[in-house]
């Protein structure tokens, strides 16, 4: 089965988050999974060629998940090789206060990328249906209209162009305890710790099921969500990885006709 398939949550699906796998027996063949993600950057390199090319779409790129689940790590390992001129990646963090005095989708609509760009979202307009209901600043009615309208906004962008996929990194929380001791075993990864790290962990459950809620409400057709295996990192980016590049693939993209006989020319 495709990964494509095998991972996205389908629409109105409703998501129970432990049924979905943190780790998968695949993920044991590092050899086979290290082949397969190098082979996924050189496609998505031509791939990233062809979107610039033609100019009649755009990428974007959610992720979601909670501390430690490899957001960065993501970015850095499966993109590593894309032109940079034809990528951007957005971070989302608190809300400024120019931010704050817009409708909660302001930010992540500035942010979105033109036609012939990907555009990743390192956290997203998502956190303001998870940690507003997590920290109770919004109440679950408003979470669940604020799910709506973002629906809403997705179906837009996806009608002129844009082709969406979102993921959350699914982590156990005795993998994020795994990685949070190694970076405080570490001096030089002290930078990456913050006691923010530390305060959201009691509250795992009540993110756990925020997500539920708005994956299960969020997924569409047009903006689909996957659930990926993360405790094991490199598998983690071959199934991203695979998935961008199918999803890329079945654009059925082709490079545009010239504007003039090449064969006229003469140097």
Same mark, same amino acid.
């Given at each position: 089965?495709?990964?494509?398939?095998?991972? /996205?949550?389908?629409?109105?699906?409703?998501?129970?988050?432990?049924?979905?796998?943190?780790?998968?027996?695949?993920?044991?063949?590092?050899?086979?999974?290290? !082949?397969?993600?190098?082979?996924?950057?050189?496609?998505?390199?031509?791939?990233?060629?062809?979107? #610039?090319?033609?100019?009649?779409? %755009?990428?974007? #790129?959610?992720?979601?998940?909670?501390?430690?689940?490899? !957001?960065?790590?993501?970015?850095?390992?499966?993109?590593?090789?894309?032109?940079?001129?034809?990528?951007?990646?957005?971070?989302?963090?608190?809300?400024?206060?120019?931010?704050?005095?817009?409708?909660?989708?302001?930010?992540?609509?500035?942010?979105?990328?033109?036609?012939?760009?990907?555009?990743?979202?390192? /956290?997203?307009?998502?956190?303001?249906?998870?940690?507003?209901?997590?920290?109770?600043?919004?109440?679950? !009615?408003?979470?669940?209209?604020?799910?709506?309208?973002?629906?809403?906004?997705?179906?837009?962008? %996806?009608?002129?162009?844009?082709?969406?996929?979102?993921?959350?990194?699914? #982590?156990?929380?005795?993998?994020?305890?795994?990685?949070?001791?190694?970076?405080?075993?570490?001096?030089?990864?002290?930078?990456?710790?913050?006691?923010?790290?530390?305060?959201?962990?009691?509250?795992?459950? %009540?993110?756990?099921?925020?997500?539920?809620?708005? #994956?299960?409400?969020?997924?569409?057709?047009?903006?689909?969500?996957?659930?990926?295996?993360?405790?094991?990192?490199?598998? /983690?980016?071959? %199934?991203?990885?695979?998935?961008?590049?199918?999803?890329?693939?079945?654009?059925?993209?082709?490079?545009?006709?010239?504007?003039?006989?090449?064969?006229?020319?003469?140097?």
């Amino acid at each position: 089965m495709k990964l494509e398939k095998k991972f /996205r949550v389908a629409p109105n699906e409703k998501v129970k988050l432990d049924k979905w796998p943190t780790l998968v027996k695949e993920a044991k063949d590092k050899k086979s999974t290290a !082949k397969s993600l190098e082979e996924n950057r050189g496609r998505l390199y031509e791939l990233q060629e062809l979107l #610039i090319a033609e100019q009649k779409r %755009a990428v974007l #790129i959610v992720l979601q998940g909670m501390d430690t689940s490899g !957001k960065d790590g993501t970015i850095r390992h499966i993109f590593t090789g894309v032109n940079p001129q034809g990528c951007t990646v957005t971070s989302f963090k608190v809300p400024t206060p120019l931010e704050l005095r817009h409708d909660f989708l302001w930010r992540a609509h500035s942010a979105v990328p033109p036609r012939g760009m990907i555009g990743i979202f390192n /956290r997203s307009h998502y956190e303001d249906v998870l940690v507003t209901r997590v920290h109770k600043t919004i109440d679950v !009615k408003e979470a669940h209209r604020r799910c709506a309208e973002i629906v809403e906004f997705e179906q837009m962008l %996806a009608e002129n162009g844009t082709v969406i996929m979102k993921f959350f990194l699914h #982590i156990s929380r005795d993998e994020q305890t795994r990685r949070l001791e190694a970076r405080l075993a570490d001096p030089d990864r002290h930078w990456k710790v913050s006691n923010a790290d530390f305060a959201e962990r009691p509250l795992w459950p %009540a993110y756990m099921e925020a997500y539920e809620d708005a #994956i299960s409400r969020t997924s569409r057709k047009f903006a689909p969500w996957y659930v990926i295996p993360s405790d094991d990192k490199t598998y /983690r980016n071959v %199934a991203i990885s695979e998935i961008v590049v199918d999803t890329m693939r079945s654009l059925k993209m082709h490079y545009p006709r010239p504007t003039f006989d090449p064969s006229l020319i003469k140097l």
